[in-house]
């Protein structure tokens, strides 16, 4: 089955065409306009999607050599993210199914995470553990078939991304904060400081606010020049702290369910230390990790596709009259 999905939750705008998990194109753009203000803004963020979506979908369909006529259905997510930026995706994708008179599914960006991994190792089937980690969002969530979903633990407060993005400002880093910490953090000791480690050994909940203020509380008894100085350290002291408090969660989970598998989905999943971390103690554990290929780890629309075709294949299709759901759970169900 070949389905152009479509990905407008937040500030990127993607289209991507995908025939039985080969992405046959996948183009993303993302919006510039949000780094000055050091997050995004919603208003900018559905200004650009609508200025952006069609040419977007368009190269998509020329580099998969593919036209409407080509495309068995269309995908698009509905939930969560930025109400605008949804309505966007959701009205176009709508436009497509009348015009073209092709079935369209309405899809959750969360399982499209989810599903990266499907895309990128076949070999990977349920049950296992899925960490999903992004600026929106912190879980563990026990797979148990496609579809079939258990939330196990999720933040208590900020998404570890956010996290990142506010401890990246304190450090005067641009936006987002991910990339330049963890780029940092390579160069640097991450035994350094040590920062808390909030909730670590007891159960599968997340808390990253006590970690953001207890770097804010160290900058501000620093000296002047100090921070610049130890940059790359204090860097790799709270990405030591963050990881090991994902890695330690997500195999206790598995352990803990007899899983032998655990996939990681989302932005965050791009964090290299994160990848070596888990990867490392997973094994030693006799638990095998599966991570996205980075292009697949941010928000783009090669993930809705392999959602939508999933479920397009089961006979499932949305209405005109679907709506969008800006706080969609991955256990939520849509009309």
């Not at 400081?193 to 970690?211: C, V």
């Not at 610049?228 to 350290?233: K, M, P, R």
């Not at 989970?253 to 999943?269: E, M, R, T």
């Amino acid at each position: 089955m070949r389905v152009l999905g479509i990905e407008t939750s937040c500030d990127e705008t993607a289209a991507s065409v995908v025939d039985d998990l080969n992405i046959l194109s996948n183009v993303v753009s993302s919006q510039a306009i949000h780094k000055k203000y050091g997050g995004i803004v919603p208003e900018f963020a559905s200004r650009e999607q609508i200025r952006a979506l069609t040419p977007i979908v368009e190269s998509a369909l020329v580099e998969a050599k593919s036209s409407f006529e080509d495309i068995d259905g269309i995908a698009v997510t509905c939930g969560p993210g930025l109400a605008g930026s949804l309505l966007t995706g959701l009205n176009f994708a709508k436009g497509i199914s009348l015009a073209s008179n092709k079935k369209y599914i309405a899809v959750n960006h969360l399982e499209g995470h989810l599903f990266a991994n499907r895309l990128s190792d076949t070999n990977l089937k349920p049950p296992f553990v899925f960490l999903l980690i992004s600026g929106g969002h912190t879980q563990l969530i026990h797979v148990k078939d496609w579809g079939d979903y258990a939330v196990l633990g999720s933040t208590l407060d900020d998404a570890v991304g956010e996290a990142y993005d506010k401890v990246a400002k304190m450090l005067g880093l641009g936006y987002p904060g991910g990339p330049e910490i963890d780029r940092l953090a390579q160069k640097g000791d991450p035994s350094f400081e040590h920062f808390p480690r909030a909730l670590l050994g007891k159960g599968y909940d997340f808390s990253f606010s006590g970690i953001k203020t207890s770097v804010l509380y160290y900058l501000k008894k620093q000296e002047d020049g100090f921070v610049e100085e130890h940059l790359e350290d204090i860097s790799a002291s709270f990405q030591g702290a963050v990881v090991e408090l994902l890695t330690k969660k997500a195999i206790e989970a598995a352990k803990f369910l007899n899983i032998d598998k655990i996939a990681v989905g989302g932005g965050v999943s791009a964090n290299s230390t994160l990848r070596e971390e888990l990867n490392s103690k997973s094994e030693a554990v006799g638990i095998k990790t599966y991570f996205p290929p980075i292009s697949l780890t941010t928000d783009n629309g090669a993930m809705i596709a392999a959602v939508g075709a999933y479920y397009l294949e089961k006979g499932k299709s949305s209405s005109l009259t679907m709506n969008v759901y800006p706080n969609l759970g991955i256990e939520d169900a849509t009309d």
